[in-house]
């Protein structure tokens, strides 16, 4: 332990782990504080019954940065995996995402001509959409929207898909072509020793304090460092003065299965309105090399962000981003603090985005 550090880092995800790397490779000195039992944030994985286990939910990293990658890439080897989920209504199930799979199982059709006649046939383009319901007809049709986006998309939010807005749903992408690679991403796989290996990498040469909640103690911790890089909730940091943020939570299932292979794929996603969950994940199908007899799975439940919950999406509406545009300002005040991240930032962030932000603001300081 160093009396004073350089840098204080609350939060010990992506962000955070891959600020502290470039300030640690520049000679500068860090002290990791996590409020939870372990590194990782919300890409945090552990090994059960021999499967690396997704614990916040699935995490696949992809990207077209090849400054990204390279750097994620010194910090560990990464499979092949490529997404390719399916989605599941009724028990019929289609390829994701949209493609000549998905239109062939939709429609028995074997050409993109006649899936696009389809489609053309079932859209509603009149007028400016005004929910996203109307909005998912006029991009993909009924029957792609009904049997694939409305339940799924209804549980997700927790309301009707005509009282959700229709930027939700910019872009719906279409491919015809024969193509179930999810993200098409030029680098894409999953970490062979996991995600919490990844950060553990990261972090190394850093001073680590978990179980340690910043906020408790927020002035004593204050003292300990030159500068703080705060990847928590932007409104927690300020006591919540202006209101709180709204965000979307997930309760997760986690079940060990006297099974080698339970459903086959490592993400089902369920698309119909009964069904409470949203997505079934198969652990050990992000991992080729994972041989268990048995199975480990999840599955996820969306909800409304009740006490205790764990904030996951955050509701990017025209009030949370007006609020967020506040606590902006708020934070700009404070020189010697960033607020950044996922939680910082409220945004949703995919993995490469967070670590290129972290690179370029450690590089814009160092
Ligand atoms: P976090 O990982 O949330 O880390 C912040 C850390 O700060 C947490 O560990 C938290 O406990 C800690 N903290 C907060 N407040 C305090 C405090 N007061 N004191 C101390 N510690 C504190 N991205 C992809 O690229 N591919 C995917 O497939 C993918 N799947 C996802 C699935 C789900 C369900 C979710 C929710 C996200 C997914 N993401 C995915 C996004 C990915 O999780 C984020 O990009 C990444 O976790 C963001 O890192 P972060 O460091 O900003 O935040």
């Known amino acids: 332990m160093y009396m004073r550090y350089d840098f204080l880092i609350v939060g010990a995800g992506l962000f955070g782990a891959a600020f502290a790397r470039r300030a640690l490779d520049a000679g500068k000195t860090c002290l990791a504080l996590e409020k939870r039992s372990h590194i990782g944030g919300n890409c945090y994985t552990e090994c059960v019954d021999g499967v690396q286990v997704h614990k916040y939910g699935a995490h696949i990293f992809h990207t077209n940065d090849k400054a990204v990658w390279g750097f994620v890439t010194k910090f560990a080897e990464f499979n092949r995996y490529t997404h390719s989920p399916l989605a599941n209504f009724k028990g019929q199930l289609f390829s994701l995402p949209f493609n000549m799979y998905t239109f062939y199982q939709m429609w028995g059709v074997t050409s993109p001509g006649a899936a696009l006649a389809k489609i053309d046939s079932q859209r509603c383009t009149a007028g400016e959409p005004q929910n996203l319901e109307e909005q998912a007809i006029s991009l993909v049709g009924t029957d792609i929207y009904e049997k694939l986006i409305k339940g799924y998309t209804e549980k997700q939010w927790?309301?009707?898909?005509?009282?959700l807005p229709a930027f939700i749903v910019n872009r719906l992408p279409l491919r015809f072509t024969f193509d179930c690679n999810y993200f098409n991403a030029a680098f894409q796989g999953v970490p062979k020793a996991g995600y919490t290996d990844l950060?553990?990498?990261?972090?190394?040469?850093?001073?680590i304090c978990l179980n340690t909640d910043f906020l408790a103690d927020k002035e004593f911790w204050r003292g300990q460092a030159d500068w703080i890089v705060y990847t928590g909730p932007v409104?927690?940091?300020f006591g919540y003065q202006l209101g709180a943020l709204e965000y979307r939570s997930l309760r997760f299932e986690t079940e060990t299965m006297d099974t080698a292979n339970y459903q086959g794929v490592a993400v089902m996603n369920f698309t119909d309105a009964e069904t409470p969950?949203?997505?079934?994940i198969e652990h050990k199908f992000f991992d080729s090399e994972a041989n268990?007899?048995?199975?480990?799975?999840?599955?996820?439940?969306?909800?409304?962000r009740g006490p205790g919950a764990e904030p996951y999406y955050p509701v990017n509406n025209d009030k949370n981003n007006a609020l967020y545009s506040r606590y902006a300002k708020l934070a700009k005040?404070?020189?010697?603090?960033f607020i950044k991240g996922r939680l910082g930032e409220y945004q949703y962030y995919d993995m490469d985005k967070v670590i290129g932000s972290a690179l370029e603001l450690a590089d814009s300081l160092l």
């Open 292 to 304: 268990s007899g048995k199975t480990v799975i999840t599955r996820e439940y969306p909800s409304e």
């Open 158 to 163: 927790g309301r009707p898909c005509r009282e």
């Open 277 to 280: 969950f949203t997505r079934i």
């Open 235 to 237: 409104d927690a940091y």
């Open 199 to 207: 950060v553990r990498q990261m972090l190394a040469g850093a001073d």
């Open 333 to 337: 005040a404070e020189p010697s603090v």
